[in-house]
């Protein structure tokens, strides 16, 4: 019987309370700095680190499925020896606190630290094996002080600029984003539809590392997820083409980018992305009006959406003409939406024949239509669809008859022989609009002076913190930062000249707290310095990173930014930021992420109450390989808890068995042994390689066959049977640490069993004695038997042979042929 009190069986045995485990050993570990590193150099090191939490409130189930990941690879590496450094913290600046805040007329402050606490004590109820004397908050100013401080390095470095242009502006948050954070056209956080809007913003210059950002994943292969490696290599989208110059009539040259330079003599009109400064200067007089209007039109369309392919085409004529460089041909100037003003140089040659996004705007414009490039497909200018496939050169004149690199080599060679064109590289990537216009975030540390312009805020007067007497409806966003109302904190004295001067009014996106976080954590308690750089060496770089792929863009490629950046600067010693990436699935319910729209979510914190932690996290741990979902819909918890009291019985019989604790277990093989040693012996491998469900499945069976030799009678006071147990409570350590430590304290060791010895593999004890073959007869299964594990072929083809069920199939046809795979099988051919 599982029961959540405190009986007492007739045995004098207590029954398995998981209540009365979780009081006992509630505050243990970090009472006695069991997570805490020594770093003392005597073991070697593993630095694990989870994706830190935002505190929008308690802990979900979300949160209960990675961190029991993390959980795993710490507390594993912990039991083979080495020296783990497992910190926490929390991303706790960003939009959610602040519109809490004017909601609640507080400070976001007020809001951001009592969810924090409220975490805290989830994480310590959850038991996660952290050091809690290793711990940040991004909003401290003793965290973000070093956060101005790297912006400012990299300002020396010209890693930050600041100039105007059209930025993604949510009209709901009043702030812009990063083409990253808006998806489907709408703003990542409030799913309000993002328009355009021209504003004076900073930017990283990411774009300076996109070959190296590119370059380096190849030493991620097989240590990051493909997708997450395919979708960094997407995203920065490196293309070779050529850059070429065309001429415009009585208007300056434009230089577009393309890669196949090899269908020129098919560009039949140019494109100019209507809300570029290009398309203003271009702009006749007559036709200037209905690219005002236009442009209007376009400040309520996400890049996104002006790149879907399925969207009807638009645009205006500016009134004037290209002149095609190789063909001589003189061709129309248009502005449309489908061309972005940050790809290249905002302007396209449309070749649409072999482009279905030119091919459809040429449609809905009239324009005209040439294949320069005989794919074998249907001509394009009849069906109006684009071919893109490979072949020979036609309409193309000196390119004529050249097909595919020869074409494209040939088209570049013209080119650059009439100095109108070169081979060039283009990347997808744009560099990093970091600057928002909202309260809750680091100040940017810089002042403008009339005078001297832009100045950084010197070292000594960091950090700069943010102004406590705003709050409330006074956070309201209005368009622009909220910080502007603040006059005593914006007016300060130009640390140039001393003459007056204004701080910059903008915070910093929170991507850039985390960016470098997991840097400081080594560090994490440290005034004087960033970190310690010798702590750094040691410790850096992460060995394994657990969280949502939800990130792969974003938080990871910018993180690799930071590090390779900071390396140039001799501050890091490497330059990736995590060795090894694991990302946790989802958690469902009923096959739909759980909503309270949906009325489909699930309450942690009554699920721990109704089942205990062990229990949930085995769940979450067993119910699937970790980067798959897991539907709450189809898992059993209770099944959980019925298994846990069936192990931690185990101990129990072991202790009354009156067994000694550290009897010698180095006695005759066993089966039990066998088993034991294998199932470690196996799970070594299966957690390097992430498999912990599987691992939770050897457990079960490794306590089914214990408490079969429990059951004879005399089994449990065998020193197999003990050895078993000790192994038992070690790999449920893993996942279900509550029920562990009770298990290792009931067989009369120390606590922590998170700080004992794994077991040392016998090796003769993986030797299997015996093997199944079987045995076919055309193919076809006719038997199965044990037989020694060195038989020979020949004598595994006799037994074979004098298989009754095999005879029967084989009847009086003649064998033809026998194969015979060793240690599987034995194939009569008959005919």
């Not at 004149?397 to 064109?421: R, S």
């Not at 059951?711 to 996942?735: F, M, N, T, Y």
Request: charged share 25%.
């Amino acid at each position: 019987m599982v029961t959540n009190t405190s009986n007492q069986a007739d045995t004098g045995r207590e029954e398995y309370s998981f209540s009365a485990i979780e009081q006992r050993w509630a505050g243990y570990w970090e009472k006695n700095k069991v997570f805490q590193p020594a770093d003392d150099g005597q073991r070697p090191r593993k630095y694990v680190l989870d994706m830190f939490p935002y505190p929008s409130g308690d802990l979900h189930m979300g949160h209960a499925e990675a961190f029991a990941m993390g959980d795993v690879v710490s507390r594993y590496w912990m039991l083979r020896g080495y020296d783990v450094l497992h910190p926490i913290g929390w991303d706790s600046f960003g939009l959610p606190a602040e519109n809490a805040a004017i909601a609640r007329d507080a400070h976001p402050a007020e809001w951001t630290y009592k969810n924090i606490a409220t975490q805290r004590a989830s994480f310590e109820r959850y038991a996660i094996s952290v050091d809690w004397d290793t711990v940040l908050h991004t909003s401290d100013p003793e965290y973000y002080r070093w956060t101005q401080w790297l912006f400012l390095k990299f300002y020396e470095r010209g890693l930050t600029y600041r100039k105007n242009s059209p930025v993604n502006w949510c009209p709901k948050d009043q702030t812009v984003l990063a083409n990253e954070q808006v998806v489907d056209g709408a703003c990542e956080r409030c799913g309000t539809e993002v328009t355009k809007k021209a504003l004076e913003q900073w930017y990283f210059k990411i774009t300076d590392y996109a070959d190296r950002l590119l370059e380096d994943m190849d030493a991620l292969e097989g240590k990051w997820p493909d997708r997450v490696l395919n979708m960094q290599r997407n995203w920065i989208g490196k293309s070779t083409g050529a850059s070429v110059t065309f001429a415009i009539e009585d208007g300056p040259a434009i230089e577009v980018y393309t890669t196949r330079p090899d269908t020129l003599y098919g560009a039949t009109f140019m494109v100019v992305a209507a809300d570029a400064e290009l398309a203003e200067e271009l702009v006749t007089h007559e036709h200037a009006a209905a690219l005002k209007a236009y442009r209007e039109e376009l400040r309520h369309v996400s890049d996104i959406d002006r790149q879907s392919t399925d969207r009807p085409k638009t645009g205006v004529f500016l009134g004037r003409y290209g002149i095609n460089p190789l063909s001589g041909e003189r061709v129309p100037i248009w502005a449309s939406d489908y061309v972005l003003s940050d790809y290249g140089t905002g302007a396209i040659m449309a070749v649409p024949a072999h482009d279905q996004r030119d091919m459809d705007f040429a449609r809905a414009m009239g324009l005209p239509v040439r294949t320069v490039v005989d794919t074998g497909e249907d001509n394009p200018e009849e069906t109006g669809q684009a071919t893109t496939g490979t072949g020979a050169n036609i309409n193309s004149g000196e390119l004529d008859g050249l097909t595919g690199q020869a074409a494209i080599d040939n088209a570049i060679a013209l080119l650059e022989a009439k100095g109108t064109g070169y081979k060039s590289v283009n990347y997808r990537l744009r560099d990093w609009l970091l600057s928002r216009q909202r309260f809750w975030g680091a100040p940017i540390p810089i002042i403008h002076c009339d005078t001297c312009g832009e100045v950084p805020v010197p070292d000594d007067q960091l950090p700069v913190e943010l102004p406590k007497n705003l709050h409330g409806q006074q956070l309201a966003p209005k368009g622009k930062s909220p910080l502007e109302a603040a006059e005593d904190w914006v007016n300060v004295s130009c640390p140039t000249c001393n003459g007056p001067a204004q701080r910059d009014t903008d915070t910093m996106d929170t991507f850039v707290d985390s960016s470098w976080y997991y840097m400081r954590f080594v560090s994490a308690n440290n005034a004087e310095k960033i970190w310690d750089r010798d702590k750094l060496d040691r410790w850096g770089p992460v060995d394994q990173y657990v969280g949502g792929v939800e990130h792969a863009i974003l938080h990871l490629l910018y993180s690799r930014f930071f590090t390779k950046a900071l390396y140039d600067m001799d501050m890091v010693n490497f330059t990736e930021p995590f060795t090894r990436l694991l990302n946790q699935g989802q958690v469902l319910n009923g096959g739909k992420a759980m909503s309270k729209s949906l009325g489909n979510g699930v309450a942690l914190g009554e699920q721990l109450d109704a089942f205990g932690v062990d229990a949930i996290r085995l769940t979450m741990v067993f119910a699937s390989p970790p980067e798959d979902d897991v539907d709450w819909a189809d898992v059993s918890p209770a099944a959980s808890l019925r298994f846990l009291a069936r192990a931690w019985r185990l101990a129990q019989d072991v202790h009354f068995a009156d067994s000694a604790p550290g009897t010698d277990a180095s006695g005759a093989a066993t089966a039990l042994r066998q088993i034991t040693h294998k199932v470690v012996h196996e799970a070594e491998s299966l957690l390097d390689d992430q498999k912990f469900n599987v691992v939770v499945a050897r457990t079960m069976e490794l306590v089914n066959a214990t408490r079969k030799e429990v059951d004879k009678g005399e089994g449990a006071a065998s020193p197999a049977v003990r050895e078993a147990v000790e192994v038992i409570a070690q790999l449920l350590s893993l996942v279900a640490p509550y029920t562990a430590e009770d298990m290792w304290a009931l067989l009369g060791h120390e606590p922590s069993v998170s700080r004992s010895a794994w077991l040392t593999v016998d090796e003769s004890l993986l030797v299997e004695d015996k093997i199944t073959v079987i045995a076919q007869v055309q193919g076809k299964l006719r038997d199965r038997f044990e037989v020694p594990a060195d038989i020979s072929d020949e004598d595994l083809e006799e037994v074979a042979r004098n298989s009754p069920n095999v005879q029967r199939s084989i009847g009086d046809k003649d064998i033809r042929k026998v194969i015979v795979v060793k240690g599987k099988l034995v194939n009569f051919v008959v005919g």
